[in-house]
């Protein structure tokens, strides 16, 4: 169900959080917009433009093997996966998006990165447009918002752990 965003409690401070987004190039008119949106709503949230690192990968079915190497890294406080596969006539958009969804979450698991989840599968173009374009479903928007959140958690996780 596609849901409206709500508007911003008071975010997490970002200032020293580092961001990497991996965006899929296939469907630009999409993935751009995402993009954009999640860099703009990242540095909204106080994080410097010099700590959003963004790498572009042909399509999603690439993202995780650039996901992985970024969150082995150890430079990166969370992850965005963001991405566009329109459903077709074939199963071919369920197998991308199924192997995305489960690699991508081995990796947050495996390496304690938050992974960011947003390779989206609308079932028309006025779907894609509703979820990508400037509007209430924004999702690079709630990716950047939930990125933000996620590395505030971690950090929380990490102090609690250190205390006991």
Not at 132 to 151: K, L, Q, S
């Amino acid at each position: 169900m596609l849901r409206k965003l709500k508007s911003s409690r008071q975010t997490p401070s970002t200032a020293s959080g580092r961001f990497a987004i991996v965006c899929a190039e296939y469907n630009p008119e999409f993935t751009e917009p995402l993009l954009q949106a999640a860099e703009r709503e990242l540095r909204a949230a106080g994080a410097r433009s010099k700590n959003i690192f963004v790498v572009r990968v042909p399509g999603s079915f690439e993202i995780p093997v650039v996901a992985a190497q970024l969150a082995r890294s150890g430079k990166f406080d969370a992850i965005l996966a963001l991405g566009v596969v329109l459903q077709g006539k074939t199963l071919h958009a369920n197998h991308i998006l199924e192997a995305v969804a489960l690699h991508l979450q081995e990796i947050a698991v495996e390496t304690g990165v938050p992974v960011i989840y947003q390779v989206l599968s609308p079932g028309s173009l006025a779907d894609a447009r509703r979820r990508t374009w400037p509007g209430p479903y924004h999702r690079g928007v709630e990716a950047a918002r939930t990125a933000v959140r996620m590395a505030a958690v971690m950090r929380q996780q990490a102090k609690k752990g250190r205390k006991t």
